[in-house]
């Protein structure tokens, strides 16, 4: 099966043999995700000779300031002053799907002081780009997962679906005529929709943006006729009747839209995705370092008003340890890889 893509300047692309997703940079770097540390510990403290922090830290994220990574990687950089005694400065570096941020980052000092603020987008890349010559494993060290964002399938009102079998039936009735919006190439609404396409064997136009206002608007106007984003954010366009919401893409039904079955429940066997934001930092970082900081990060995700923000943000606190993140970060490299290799995707 084969990915049709909406062409900008309305030229059509070449027949390939698999999807290929066209971004307008393509870097070589070389980044991964080093083997986890220790769980943290109550007041974790870095170990004696160890004097950090001792200057301003940088979080590094490599999406444009204003969406939802950015405004959670400020709060948990702003929250993070006071225990550490410290600023923490955000440098926004977007550009090629996360990439030339992580590259920032697996290129600083290992010192402490240099950290990125990532998202499921890392392992996709690392999984589906294979003109990069890197060691997905070796680059970085983990310190936490941060939040688990839900998405939601939800189609303009014109599209005479309801369900997810009357949208795939659809699909295969109108092949190559329905058309899914995304928030730019490698994201997790476009792989929401490739994960789609690809299980129900149905053949949808992708029709990239460059973040999600622009997805929404188009999406609003009927322009496109569907999308897969953060379920929190099309609640209310979703309850005013100008969106249809579908179903969601996690594994257990959300609490931000409850009524909502899985796509999975709706007969769609193995599907699940969720995107996610976490830390990392590079290789070779002190271990008590890493340690102290995803110790401060949770007790900063546990307080009522973080929660309350990152709810409103449409977002899940998790917390994890170090060493459970790395072992996530593997597992997801994992299964976007294999993902990448049977649906014929790939990202250049």
């Known amino acids: 099966m084969m990915e049709k893509q909406a062409c900008p300047h309305g030229r059509a692309p070449a027949a390939m043999a698999a999807r290929r997703v066209c971004t307008p940079w393509v870097v070589a770097l070389s980044f991964g ?14 170990a004696a000779g160890l004097a950090w922090p001792v200057k301003p830290l940088r ?7 204003g969406g939802t990574t950015d405004n959670i990687g400020r709060l948990v950089a702003q929250r993070l002053a006071d225990p550490l005694g410290q600023t923490v400065v955000v440098d926004n570096r977007p550009g090629a799907g996360g990439m030339i941020g992580a590259d920032l980052v697996a290129k600083a000092p290992p ?33 936490t997962q941060l939040v688990s964002l839900p998405l939601m399938l939800v189609v303009h009102p014109s599209l005479p679906v309801k369900t997810v079998r009357e949208l795939a039936a659809l699909a295969r009735a109108r092949p190559g005529q329905l058309t899914y919006a995304s928030s730019g190439h490698g994201t997790s609404p476009h792989m929401a929709a490739a994960m789609f396409t690809w299980l129900t064997r149905t053949d949808m136009i992708h029709v990239p943006y460059k973040g999600n206002a622009p997805t929404l608007t188009d999406l609003l106007g009927g322009q496109v006729s569907m999308t897969f984003g953060i379920a929190h954010q099309f609640l209310p366009h979703v309850k005013s009747g100008r969106l249809r919401g579908i179903a969601v893409t996690t594994a257990r039904r959300t609490a931000f839209a409850p009524q909502l079955p899985t796509i999975a429940e709706s007969g769609l066997d193995g599907y699940e995705i969720s995107a ?9 970082t002190p271990k008590e370092v890493t340690v102290r900081m995803s110790s401060e990060i949770a007790r900063i995700l546990r307080q009522p008003d973080v929660v309350e923000r990152l709810t409103a943000e449409g977002a899940e606190p998790v917390a994890s340890s170090p060493e459970a993140f790395g072992e996530y970060l ?19």
């Open 33 to 46: 995700v080093a083997a986890g540390a220790g769980a943290p510990i109550a007041n974790a403290q870095p």
């Open 59 to 65: 979080l590094v994220i490599p999406f444009a300031p």
């Open 111 to 143: 010192d402490g002081y240099t950290h990125l603020m990532m998202t499921i987008a890392f392992p996709i890349n690392a999984g589906m780009r294979k003109d990069l010559p890197f060691d997905p494993i070796r680059s970085f060290a983990p310190v």
């Open 276 to 284: 996610w934001q976490g830390i990392l930092a590079p290789a070779g």
């Open 330 to 348: 593997r597992a997801e490299l994992a299964r976007w890889t294999r993902i990448g290799r049977e649906a014929g995707i790939r990202i250049e």
